[in-house]
């Protein structure tokens, strides 16, 4: 290469170099931990492990390291796993390649000259050896760790980059867990957004919001999205390029699924919003080994929550839509899989399992597009809390309400479902706030029971929200029967009907939902945490309220299955602003009605249900029977039960002698034939 060509070259690489760097946004942390790595690394770490999913940007926060590095004269040698033989000679090789690249000398490919080599470069100066998709050097892990690693000296650095932590006997070692400092790599957040965006021109709050709610933060999403008309993107009726975009990340992401077997479990967990062993092997119709759940787990695109597992969003939605499309019959089968096991989870609930975490989940499969768009967008990592207003936080309460009056503006709120590009508006007028708040007396409102006054917190602990769910009791009727919104529900009642709420304080028959406050914060946490405390009501069997003038409320409350009660109108809200009132019934036997109208809204039959007259049963052989309905799995019964599996047979046995049949079979068309018509 001629003098002049050599120059060309690496003007070109600098010019590439600062573009890189011009387009690296974000990760201040990542970075602040690699300038500590470097200055602390001979007292502390000697490894620092960067981990996260694909297309998350672990490639670029390595060449952004390699820029900082070398801005202080320390050298950096960036290897991908691909680019050397996973042997320790082609390893050695591939380092020295690189030192010899950097210093034009010539020398031995021995692993005892490499290790010499940096020896002697690193007497008076770090050096850093970076590895990339670490993962997929599996073969050389041992000798790296009990080899040669422990033969550098003190001054070779490693990143290790991968998709998943370092596992196995890199944790199980207290001292290699004292030499690692880990790294995680998340999505970024909307301000990281906001700042990408800008470097491509694009501005505009609802633009933004938009682009931050399609990509989820993801970098490469966000980096593909960015090169494309974004109006184009989200346009409800623009298929194509949504689904060319996540047809990329779809191939990125599975090229770590080696086998059919585990591909097959991909896709069935990309069909729900969280799964579990379980619910796998009730979509598929076949047993799921542990050691194959535990293979599809450790996959960097699957995270654990607090109730199961979770497939990253952007790639359920890519793969909902492929396998509807590539495999109709089969889609089918899975989602009326899930949807019969998250009912059956409903109606006959497992102690150990959050029916808050289990109805979402069921809403989601339902594929109701407002209220996948509102509530159930994936949720980033910190999760929002709820505080009980009581005498003690009181005043921070009153204080968040007088703040809320105060304000002069209204405000709005978008929502966009990728999957379907569709975007929905809510209008919020100031004065609807004002004249919620204005009625309320919250030193009383506490007095009618606890949880009656909750506020929203974020992960910083500041109040961003406030709900005002009302007890319906013997103690609140009067007051709920004199209070502005509330009163005309409670107007249009005969006395025998008001005399069903007059329960002790501790046992109210339902609630009137009476304020919903999320104007502070228009984050996906903030209203996945509005979601669960709406949830939470329909967990109870008791008899729900709601009156609002604003018309997505009412399409929500619709959605939900709340019914418009007549001659319960009002403009308590503003003369230009009649609100209808709502209510929903779930007290009794209508609690199960009202979720097996939902498995009936998906084109499946409930269950029969068991008519307590039949046979003479016991009320334990009862309980038993209602669940042997829906699973065949005695030891899933017993475990729901707390009892053994033998126990569980004996009362089979006793329910078949008194029904007069021999098995399940029989027993279901007896059942059949004594169903009402």
């Known amino acids: 290469m001629t003098e002049k060509n050599a120059n060309s070259q690496a003007m070109a690489q600098n010019r590439i170099k600062r573009l890189e760097s011009r387009f690296f946004v974000g990760r201040e942390r990542e970075k602040e931990l690699f300038a500590d790595f470097l200055k602390q690394a001979s007292d502390r770490s000697k490894i620092m492990n960067v981990y996260g999913t694909g297309g998350i940007g672990k490639s670029f926060l390595l060449d952004e390291y390699r820029r900082y590095a070398e801005t202080f004269g320390i050298p950096f040698l960036l290897l991908d796993s691909g680019d050397f033989p996973h042997t320790p000679q082609g390893l050695s090789r591939k380092i020295l390649s690189l ?198 787990t450790d996959l960097s695109f699957i995270r654990k929550g607090k109730t ?40 006959h609930p497992n102690p150990y399992r959050d029916l808050t975490d289990t109805i979402p989940d069921l809403i989601y499969v339902l594929e109701d597009s407002v209220l996948l768009s509102t509530f159930l967008e994936d949720t980033p990592d910190a999760e929002y809390d709820y505080e009980t207003v009581h005498e003690g936080n009181l005043a921070e309460a009153e204080r968040y309400i007088e703040d809320v009056k105060r304000t002069e503006a209204g405000y709005e709120r978008s929502y966009f479902h990728p999957q379907t590009g569709q975007m929905h508006r809510m209008e919020i007028p100031a004065q609807h706030d004002k004249s919620a708040f204005d009625h309320l007396e919250p030193a009383r409102l506490i007095s009618l029971g606890p949880d009656t006054i909750r506020m929203i917190k974020n992960p910083e602990g500041e109040t961003v929200g406030l709900v005002v769910f009302i007890p319906i009791h013997r103690d609140s009727l009067a007051y709920l029967q004199s209070l502005p919104v509330s009163r005309h529900y409670f107007g249009t009642l005969d006395p025998n009907s008001l005399e069903q709420f007059r329960t002790p304080p501790d046992q109210p028959a339902g609630r009137f939902i009476y304020h919903l406050d999320l104007r502070k914060d228009a984050s996906i946490a903030a209203r996945a945490a509005l979601m669960r405390l709406l949830v939470s009501l329909l967990v109870r069997p008791n008899l729900l309220i709601f009156s609002s003038p604003l018309p997505f409320h009412q399409e929500i409350t619709r959605r939900m299955g709340f019914v418009q009660v007549e001659g319960a109108t009002h403009d308590d809200f503003g003369p230009m602003a009649p609100s209808p009132t709502f209510q929903l019934d779930l007290r009794g036997a209508r609690q199960q009605k009202y979720f097996d109208g939902w498995l009936q809204s998906a084109g499946l039959s409930a269950p029969p249900r068991f008519p307590e007259e039949l046979f003479g049963l016991t009320a334990k052989e009862r309980e038993v029977f209602q669940l042997i309905l829906s699973t065949d799995s005695i030891a899933e019964i017993a475990e729901n039960l707390n009892v053994t599996p033998v126990t569980i047979k004996k009362h089979l046995g006793r329910i078949y002698k008194k029904a007069g049949v021999t098995g399940k079979t029989q ?7 004594n169903q009402p018509h």
């Not at 599975?254 to 069935?268: G, Q, Y």
């Not at 027993?667 to 034939?673: A, N, P, T, W, Y």
């Open 99 to 296: 030192l010899i690249e950097s210093t034009g000398e010539e020398t031995k490919a021995s692993v005892e000259d490499c290790l010499n080599r940096l020896r002697l470069l690193t007497e008076s100066q770090p050096l850093v050896i970076a590895i990339d998709t670490y993962e997929e050097l599996s073969d050389l892990d041992w000798w790296l760790r009990e080899s040669f690693l422990p033969n550098t000296s003190d001054g070779v650095l490693f990143v290790l980059s991968g998709r998943q932590p370092l596992q196995g006997n890199w944790i199980a070692s207290p001292a290699w867990r004292s030499l690692i400092t880990s790294v995680p790599v998340s999505a970024f957040d909307a301000a990281a957004c906001d700042s990408y965006a800008a470097l491509f021109g694009i501005a505009g709050e609802e633009t933004l919001r938009r682009l931050h709610a399609f990509t989820l933060g993801h970098p490469l999403t966000l980096s593909l999205a960015v090169g494309l008309p974004l109006e184009e993107l989200v346009a409800g009726d623009n298929h194509d390029r949504r689904d060319n975009l996540f047809r990329e990340l779809t191939y990125r992401w599975l090229r770590e699924v080696p086998d059919d077997t585990l591909r097959d479990l991909v896709e069935a967990a990309a069909l729900v919003r969280s799964f579990n062993q379980e619910l796998l092997e009730e979509m598929l119709h076949d047993p799921v080994s542990g050691d194959e759940f535990r293979k599809l």
């Open 308 to 347: 199961g597992y979770r497939v990253h969003a952007l790639l359920r939605t890519a793969l909902a839509k492929e396998i509807r499309a590539r495999t109709p019959a089969r889609f089918k089968q899975l989602r009326n899989g899930s949807i019969a096991y998250l009912h059956r989870e409903i109606i």
């Open 667 to 673: 027993l279901l068309k007896m059942l059949l034939e």
